[in-house]
């Protein structure tokens, strides 16, 4: 997955692919080594296991090496994450309880929120509201662009009924 992300100049997924590597790599090797020392293969000897300590430390070194770079992608994903709840209150809010219309997914960049919803093609409330609680809520200026996604509702009746297709909200 690494070779493939950066041959496509994916740096981000590059970089998230190596560090999931280097993470189970490492947990392998120290799992399976104190498996080895707990069942007995591995018995430290007269050097008071400073040889097990010699063949373990590098893999403890990196081990350290790697909680910095996963410690701050696990920030930024909870920064993100929160950042999502937000904005999915806030449409929801704006929406109101009776709306037509169903969230079905929302993108959150540094400068624009993206929003996608399905239900009728007209009556959608006014933006602005909107806007202005993401603004409130994400604490910086954002664009918002609502994606509607119209929906047909076509109905098999019991025999003796005729076919109409209905489109929602018109």
């Known amino acids: 997955m690494v070779g493939i992300s950066a041959a496509n100049q994916n740096w ?24 080895f020392v707990m069942a007995g293969f ?11 300590a010699a063949v373990l430390a590098p ?4 081990a350290m090496l790697i909680l910095l ?9 909870l920064a993100r994450s929160a950042e999502v709840g937000t904005v999915q209150q806030s449409v ?13 997914g929302v993108s959150v960049s540094a400068d624009r929120v ?23 809520g994400l604490g910086r200026d954002v664009g918002v662009s609502v994606q509607v996604t119209p929906v047909e509702v076509t109905e098999l009746p019991r025999t003796g009924e005729t076919v109409r297709p209905a489109i929602t909200g018109d």
């Not at 993206?114 to 409130?136: K, R, T």
């Open 12 to 35: 981000d997924d590059a970089w998230g692919a190596f560090l999931l590597f280097m993470t189970n790599f490492v947990a392998i090797v120290l799992a399976a080594s104190l498996v």
């Open 69 to 77: 770079p996963l410690t701050v992608t696990t920030e930024g994903t």
């Open 92 to 104: 929801d809010t704006w929406l109101g309880e009776q709306s037509p219309y169903e969230r079905n």
């Open 114 to 136: 993206e929003i996608d919803l399905v239900g009728p093609l007209h009556g959608l409330p006014a933006l602005e509201p909107l806007q202005d609680a993401l603004i409130s």
């Open 42 to 52: 591995a018995v430290p000897d007269d050097t008071g296991g400073r040889r097990l």
């Open 59 to 62: 893999f403890g070194v990196l």
